[in-house]
């Protein structure tokens, strides 16, 4: 698995390549700041399973993984982790 | 019942200790929102607050919101919902149309007001009431009044002047020439809709109301004005609970909500991501929608799984209040291509098909839809060349001061005598229930010193958008213009709803024979490009289609 840095990193750039967004660090608020909101979050999902080849579950992803990079980054690892385990 | 304000009132006269809002944690009785409200209103009146006047609030959707509304009703002033979600130099420009004498906000909007107050450049701002405990404002703004100030005045009923008439609100949308527009809605607007909301859906003080859209928003005047006339139990949405499905569908059930009202994209949504269960939300009684046409598919999914629901079916735009008319889905359609009108008009509305020459088209024939009867506003804040643009005499009575409202939405009449939507006469789009003109974004990504020429359209989409905004741009020359750098740009002038999400730099712009842009081409080119990123990425066009099917 990728360390949570990498992972980060490869959030902000879907983020920058394909939602246009540029963030300012791994832990601005993005709920607050309102880069994530209805659409642009299940977007962002989309494209995260895209890149990393996975599915996300819905139903365990909370509020709080979207909160910021670094919390997307925690994310993937963990639903990746839990993909590779089945 | 002549102004809104005294539903509150009677409500608190009669069962003070009943609960009215519901946020989170938080609840207040109709008793607490009565007197916090005649609190405030004082300290409206005492920072000069006369009749007429307006007061902006720049407060997120909440208990303190909802005080704040009726505050102002109360000191028989005007209240202008500001969306605290956009950007601030787009709102500064709506605080100096409106002309606001007051602005009610908390620190959680701090940093926007402070924005706000630089983006001022010289011009006078509101004086501010401060809606919680210390405030760290710059630009030389100081609160006129704190929350501590407020609770020591006197929560006894104070006198209002205002009638049916006066002003409610000044609601903003998105305007063509890249300036918003107020529209003024009167008290006695919607409470003619909110009477015949309690008649027709039968609303009760049983009732357990959502309060979903943000209060710029005109649906959450039905939510809030209905609730508190029925005396029923308002509960906000959170706005982080709005972003997951599962929790938006775990909120309604938890909450046991009686009526849900919310726009299709958000059940389009709920359904795309099938987190409804059979049989769901036991305590439900109605689900309304507003706003957009919701596909047929969706509404199969969600008429399948909750047979104990009632499903209605609003239309009308901000102009005429709420909703102009209403269509009960009676059984669930048979197929996907079933099309679902927008129904009769509800009490004192009425709807016209006409042609170009403002005649009644034949059935099944294209033509304008307009909307006549008490709810049409009395036309747009301070504009009246808009104003006298799209409300127009009547038809049938050239001669009285009856109007009718044409609301740029093309329309025919069914061979069973419903009306059905077909499409728009102008570039105005709805995205997740917004409604957005192009033409404010084209304008504003035109006067940016880095582009040459902008064009921006739309295509259809199949996610929860309803329609992807498309820019096409020419940067200046010797400009090294990203998209990244205008998307930027241009979200600190509109706000994230209205930004595009497909972009295109182009050397020249596409031009037809008469030397205008070839917006049809331009569209086709957007269009291709998303057909093959579709195609080009079967991972995410399996998942589509499985949200889908």
Not at chain 1, 19 to 35: I, K, R, W, Y
Not at chain 2, 134 to 152: I, K, N, Q, S
Not at chain 2, 171 to 188: C, E, N, Q, R
Request: aromatic letters at 6%; hydrophobic letters at 40%.
């Amino acid at each position: 698995m990728l360390p949570e840095v990498e992972l980060a990193c490869e959030v902000q750039a879907v983020l920058s390549e394909k939602l246009m967004v540029q963030v300012a660090s791994p832990d601005t608020d993005l709920l607050e700041t309102g880069v994530l909101d209805s659409l642009t979050a299940v977007q962002l999902l989309l494209h995260l399973e895209e890149r990393f080849g996975f599915k996300v579950a819905m139903e365990e992803v909370e509020i709080e993984d979207l909160r910021s990079i670094r919390a997307l980054g925690r994310l993937i690892g963990r639903q990746k982790a839990a993909c590779a385990a089945v | 019942m002549k102004r809104l304000q005294d539903w509150l009132t009677l409500q608190a006269e009669r069962r003070p200790e009943a609960c009215a809002v519901v946020f989170g944690r938080q609840r207040a009785t109709y008793g607490e929102i009565e007197m916090a409200s005649n609190r405030l209103a004082r300290a409206l009146r005492a920072a000069g607050c006369r009749r007429g006047d307006r007061v902006a609030l720049l407060l997120p959707k909440s208990i303190q919101a909802l005080i704040g509304l009726f505050a102002a009703l109360k000191a028989d002033c005007i209240y202008v919902p500001l969306d605290t979600a956009s950007p601030a130099a787009r709102l500064r420009r709506m605080l100096v149309a409106s002309d606001s004498r007051c602005l009610l906000a908390n620190g959680s909007t701090a940093a926007l007001l402070n924005e706000m107050a630089g983006h001022a450049r010289g011009s006078a701002m509101p004086r501010v009431g401060w809606m919680d405990g210390g405030a760290t404002l710059h630009h030389g703004l100081t609160p006129e009044f704190y929350w501590g100030d407020v609770l020591r005045l006197s929560a006894a009923a104070l006198d209002s002047a205002n009638n049916e008439t006066d002003p409610v609100h000044i609601l903003f949308t998105s305007g063509s020439t890249g300036i918003p527009k107020g529209v003024v809605i009167t008290h006695a607007n919607v409470i003619h809709f909110v009477e015949w909301g309690i008649r027709y859906f039968g609303i009760s003080a049983s009732d357990r109301i959502s309060g979903h859209p943000p209060l710029h928003f005109d649906l959450s005047t039905f939510d809030i004005y209905g609730a508190v006339a029925g005396g029923a139990q308002l509960h906000l949405v959170p706005p982080e609970v709005n972003i997951l499905p599962h929790q938006l569908a775990a909120f309604i059930r938890d909450s046991e909500l009686t009526q849900w009202f919310s726009v299709p994209s958000i059940l389009n949504h709920m359904a795309r991501f099938a987190v409804i269960r059979t049989n769901d939300f036991p305590s439900l009684r109605r689900l309304l929608w507003c706003g957009e046409k919701f596909p047929t598919p969706a509404l199969i999914y969600w008429m399948r799984r909750l047979p104990h629901v009632e499903f209605f079916n609003l239309y009308g735009p901000t102009e005429t209040t709420i909703a102009s008319s209403c269509y009960r889905v009676p059984q669930c359609p048979e197929s996907d291509t079933v099309e679902i009108p927008i129904g009769e008009p509800c009490d004192g509305e009425r709807l016209l098909v006409l042609d170009e020459t403002m005649r009644p088209v034949a059935l099944g024939q294209a033509g304008d839809l307009h909307v006549a009867g008490v709810g049409l506003s009395p036309g747009y804040w301070r504009d009246p060349q808009k104003t006298r643009e799209v409300f127009l005499p009547h038809p049938e009575r050239p001669d009285s001061s009856d109007r009718v409202y044409r609301t740029g939405d093309l329309a025919k009449i069914g061979d069973d005598g419903s009306i059905y939507l077909i499409g728009r006469s102008d570039s105005q789009i709805k995205s997740r229930g917004y409604r957005i003109e192009l033409g404010e974004i084209e304008t504003t990504a035109h006067a940016l010193p880095e582009v040459q020429e902008a064009a921006v359209v739309a295509i259809d989409s199949p996610g929860l958008e309803g329609a992807t905004i498309c820019c096409a741009f020419v940067p200046c020359p010797g400009s090294e213009l990203s998209t990244l750098f205008l998307k930027k740009q241009l979200a600190e002038l509109l706000p994230h709803y209205m930004l595009p999400s497909r972009w295109m730099v182009l050397d020249r712009m596409p031009r037809n024979s008469h030397g205008k842009v070839d917006r049809p081409s331009l569209k086709e080119q957007f269009r291709r490009a998303a057909v093959h990123e579709r195609s080009a990425v079967p991972v995410q066009g399996e998942k589509e289609a499985a949200h889908v099917a």
